[in-house]
């Protein structure tokens, strides 16, 4: 999954624009995106696109709930789950068990309306409380539900109280830098796609596509978007070009034409087992894609 797009549920002219947007998947907010007197208007907005969804579209709908901190959240997953989501995202997680209380909640869910056990599945938002910052190793084995974490610095800085999360050249400060390489190694230590944050500013492409350079050479997956023009920069930053599909191949050839040892010689250069997973990687993502 290389690009997710929120899409503010109570918004019919952005629900309209969200199935040809290119967009891997959409996630249908229900949360901050929207005013607190209009949640019931998201959830009737969500609900009406899952429903006349077109099942030919193989774009992953993800809603995102309201936090486990709200009155709103237990009414989202009910009246949500019977028009069949295919992932649900939960925001301001505290820790895994935040995900492990989701899942009971929509394994219930699930058998209430005949749907197969495990078949929503669950990614967070991992980064927004200063408590959720030092639990960020605790989402291995939560749930077989569990697929991708991603990361926030908007509500981080507001927890913390911060005036901003950037310096003065406009870059990320510490605490969220922090945030951003937990967030990467919590997700990968509990073998899920880890996902890199939404750009705010959603006119600036050029810094869209520098900060998206950054998260695959850091070894994210994908990455959020909250307009469609951010979907075509993340789409093709995250799609392994010829050459890296070229170049991933012969990594491999190498090694199985040498009998797999744990290390090989390429063109001067040392390849060992870290470099044949990392090819393998490249080859299996752009196999994804193409399927
Ligand atoms: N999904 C689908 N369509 C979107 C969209 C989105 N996230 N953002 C903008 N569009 C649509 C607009 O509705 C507009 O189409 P229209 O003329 O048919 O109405 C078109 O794309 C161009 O939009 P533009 O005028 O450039 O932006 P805007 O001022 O309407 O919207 C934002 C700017 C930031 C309010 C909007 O992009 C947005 O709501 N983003 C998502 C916010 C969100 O979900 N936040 C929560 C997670 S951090
Ligand atoms: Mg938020």
């Known amino acids: 999954m290389r690009s997710l797009l929120f899409v503010p549920a109570d918004s019919d002219r952005k629900l309209a624009k969200g199935a040809g947007s290119g967009a891997d998947a959409l996630i249908l907010d229900l949360e901050d995106a929207v005013a607190l007197d209009n949640k019931p208007a998201a959830r009737a907005g969500a609900i009406d696109y899952l429903n006349t969804r077109d099942t030919d579209n193989p774009q992953t709908i993800i809603v995102r709930m309201n936090a486990l901190d709200t009155e709103f959240w237990e009414e989202d997953l009910s009246t949500i789950v019977p028009a069949k ?8 997680t505290i820790s895994g068990a935040c995900i492990a209380k989701v899942c009971a909640h929509l394994t219930t869910l699930e058998n209430t309306h005949g749907l197969a056990p495990g078949s929503i599945k669950l990614m967070n938002v991992a980064t927004e409380t200063a408590a959720s910052m030092f639990n960020l190793g605790t989402y291995g084995n939560v749930s077989d539900r569990f697929f991708a974490m991603t990361w926030g610095a908007e509500d981080l800085a507001a927890d913390l109280g911060a005036r901003s999360n950037r310096d003065s050249a406009g870059n990320y400060t510490e605490p969220y830098t922090l945030a951003r390489a937990l967030c990467l190694l919590g997700a990968v230590a509990a073998d899920v796609m880890p996902l890199d944050a939404i750009h705010k500013d959603f006119r600036d492409d050029a810094g869209l596509e520098e900060q ?15 307009h469609p023009a951010q979907v075509p920069i993340i789409n093709t930053v995250f799609t392994p070009t010829e050459e890296d599909i070229a ?45």
């Open 247 to 291: 170049e991933a191949r012969a990594v491999v050839k190498a090694f199985a034409d040498a009998g797999n040892p744990g290390v090989v010689g390429l063109d001067g250069k040392m390849l060992d087992r870290p470099h044949l997973r990392q090819a393998e990687n490249v080859i299996e993502r752009a196999k994804a894609i193409q399927t």
């Open 85 to 92: 989501p295919d992932a649900i995202m939960v925001p301001k």
């Open 212 to 226: 998206a350079r950054a998260a695959i050479r850091d070894g994210f997956t994908g990455k959020i978007a909250i």
